[in-house]
């Protein structure tokens, strides 16, 4: 009983004093509502992470080794998001924005080198969107994910076939999306993938490899159907190549 007291606590904070702490001050000023209760968290809730500025920060939000969380001025934090930052940590840049019921879980008991979510400026992480950062996941500026988006930066292996395949361990390479991308509705990006600046992702697709910077991919896997700079899109064909 000891044991699975300690590895729960282990999975939640960096010691038992921040469990307390952190819990006491979500407990006290998480539920309150309206702006505010978002003056309010913006206020206390320096005490258990860092924030650079003002953020805000709806009730409902849960947050998990909140001492990793680093959020910057007009960063926001919709109903019922989960940030679980265990360490390498989670930093949203400055006015971007995680909408409702959206996941960001580093989940680094591995003690994974380059664990951690990064997110720069003026980005959106769409409704109940999951970025699973193991690997590693860095999202650049001006980056929109639309709803029910999957960022994966973690695999299993699954070569040895007399070992179930939980027993075989993973793969944590990486994620990466720059600068001004458009991840549509339902897209799953899987680990070791670059996605260039200014890319589009169709909604569903399932990226499996590289996409470069200006490309349109669609599909799964998905492929590339057009480089915009090579191909400039007509406006009144773009509703049937891309759905959000």
Same mark, same amino acid.
């Given at each position: 009983?000891?044991?699975?007291?300690?590895?729960? @606590?282990?999975?939640?904070?960096?010691?038992?004093? *921040?469990?307390?702490?952190?819990?006491?001050?979500?407990?006290?000023? /998480?539920? =309150?509502?309206?702006?505010?209760? +978002?003056?309010?968290?913006? @206020? =206390?809730?320096?005490?258990?992470?860092?924030?650079?500025?003002?953020?805000?920060?709806?009730?409902? !939000?849960?947050?998990?080794?909140?001492?990793?969380?680093?959020?910057?001025? %007009?960063?926001? @934090?919709?109903? /019922?998001?989960? @940030?679980?930052?265990?360490?390498?940590?989670?930093?949203?840049?400055?006015?971007?924005?995680?909408? $409702? #019921? =959206?996941?960001?879980?580093?989940?680094?008991?591995?003690?994974?080198?380059? &664990?951690?979510?990064?997110?720069?400026?003026?980005?959106?992480?769409?409704?109940?969107?999951?970025?699973?950062?193991?690997?590693?996941?860095? +999202?650049?500026?001006?980056?929109?994910?639309?709803?029910?988006?999957?960022?994966? &930066?973690?695999? *299993? !292996?699954? *070569?040895?076939?007399?070992?179930?395949?939980?027993?075989?361990?993973?793969?944590?390479?990486?994620?990466? +999306?720059?600068? %001004?991308?458009?991840?549509?509705?339902?897209?799953?990006?899987?680990?070791?993938?670059?996605? /260039?600046? #200014?890319? !589009? +992702?169709?909604?569903? =697709?399932?990226?499996? $490899?590289?996409?470069?910077?200006?490309?349109? !991919?669609?599909? #799964?896997?998905?492929?590339?159907?057009?480089?915009?700079?090579?191909?400039?899109?007509?406006?009144?064909?773009? $509703?049937?190549?891309?759905?959000?």
């Amino acid at each position: 009983m000891l044991n699975q007291l300690n590895t729960y @606590l282990s999975r939640q904070s960096q010691s038992l004093p *921040h469990y307390i702490w952190e819990h006491a001050v979500q407990f006290v000023c /998480g539920w =309150a509502p309206t702006i505010g209760g +978002i003056v309010l968290r913006a @206020l =206390a809730y320096r005490s258990i992470l860092h924030m650079s500025g003002l953020a805000a920060i709806e009730d409902g !939000v849960r947050i998990r080794f909140a001492s990793n969380v680093y959020l910057d001025k %007009g960063a926001y @934090l919709d109903h /019922g998001v989960y @940030l679980h930052a265990c360490p390498g940590g989670i930093r949203i840049g400055a006015e971007s924005m995680v909408m $409702k #019921n =959206a996941i960001l879980h580093v989940y680094n008991f591995r003690n994974l080198p380059h &664990a951690g979510i990064t997110i720069g400026a003026r980005s959106l992480i769409g409704e109940s969107c999951i970025l699973r950062g193991q690997g590693g996941i860095t +999202i650049g500026n001006d980056v929109y994910l639309g709803t029910l988006v999957q960022v994966l &930066a973690v695999n *299993h !292996v699954f *070569h040895d076939t007399t070992r179930p395949i939980s027993h075989q361990g993973i793969t944590a390479e990486g994620i990466r +999306i720059d600068d %001004g991308t458009w991840v549509g509705s339902g897209a799953i990006i899987l680990d070791g993938i670059k996605i /260039g600046r #200014n890319a !589009v +992702i169709g909604a569903g =697709a399932v990226v499996t $490899k590289d996409v470069p910077d200006y490309s349109i !991919v669609v599909g #799964n896997p998905a492929r590339i159907v057009r480089n915009l700079q090579e191909e400039p899109l007509d406006l009144s064909s773009a $509703k049937h190549l891309i759905v959000y």
